[in-house]
Nanobody, 124 residues
Framework: QVQLVESGGGLVQAGDSLRLSCAAS????????MGWFRQAPGKEREFVAA????????YYADSVKGRFTISRDNAKNTVYLQMNSLKPEDTAVYYC?????????????????WGQGTQVTVSS
């Protein structure tokens, strides 16, 4: 069992930066592929970024590539999402997720554990 707690969301202006954190419980954190998803009002949950257990391999949605960076610190059981050059369309609730075995990295159905989410609002 893994529990995930996100933090770092807030209200910012377009062009600003935020860093989200996701703290995980459990001793097997390093075995999980970790992902970030987001969900805006009235829209489906969408993939943002993911990182394999080693921290070497990362994946990004086209909409955030070049602006967002995912990283992890297995010693601290924490995954991060650095978000730069934020846009109003990045406004959403951001969720952290963990997957034990994963094939389709972008599918939310592949992830076993989810956090409660943190709100990110970007004003224009």
């Amino acid at each position: 069992q893994v529990q995930l707690v996100e933090s770092g969301g807030g209200l910012v202006q377009a062009g600003d930066s935020l860093r989200l954190s996701c703290a995980a419980s459990g001793r097997t954190f390093s075995r999980y592929t970790m992902g970030w998803f987001r969900q805006a009002p009235g829209k489906e949950r969408e993939f943002v970024a993911a990182i394999r257990w080693s921290g070497v391999t990362t994946y990004y949605a086209d909409s955030v590539k070049g602006r967002f960076t995912i990283s992890r610190d297995n010693a601290k059981n924490t995954v991060y999402l650095q978000m730069n050059s934020l846009k109003p369309e990045d406004t959403a609730v951001y969720y952290c997720a963990a997957a034990v075995n994963i094939v389709v990295i972008t599918s939310p159905y592949e992830y076993n554990y989810w956090g409660q989410g943190t709100q990110v609002t970007v004003s224009s």
